[in-house]
């Protein structure tokens, strides 16, 4: 039962992932903002994200470096988290459509390696 919830719980991340794609309005820093938000949570909520009690402004590059899950290239994607915060911050006025269409390329690739490990995590959990 406990491996089931686990591959629920990992599903869920990756509908998460598909509605933030689906949804993203480059338009809407905020809704990205809070979008990737939940996200965290799904992944603290499938158990592959520890909360240490500091989640609260936790930002999506630190979550990957954290995340056990087998990511590939990982350096590389945190380094692309760190880009796409920078791309949908708002704290300086809203980001331009430029902006947010290449926030949405960088959370594309982000979600392709996430969806990745997702995928080995569940194969070997299946083993």
Known sequence: MARRVAADALR???????SFLDAFDSSDAEDAQVRTDAL???MVKAGVLKD????KGFRLH???????LPVPNRETLVTRA?????LIS????????TDM????TLLEEIANALNSA???????RAE
């Open 52 to 55: 240490d009690g500091r989640l």
């Open 12 to 18: 869920a991340v990756r509908q998460e992932l598909a």
């Open 82 to 86: 760190e880009m796409f915060h920078d």
């Open 118 to 124: 997702i995928d080995v995590k569940m194969k070997k």
């Open 62 to 68: 630190v979550a990957l470096e954290r995340v056990q």
């Open 40 to 42: 965290i949570s799904s």
């Open 90 to 97: 708002s704290y300086g006025g809203e980001p331009d459509e």
């Open 101 to 104: 269409e290449t926030a949405k």
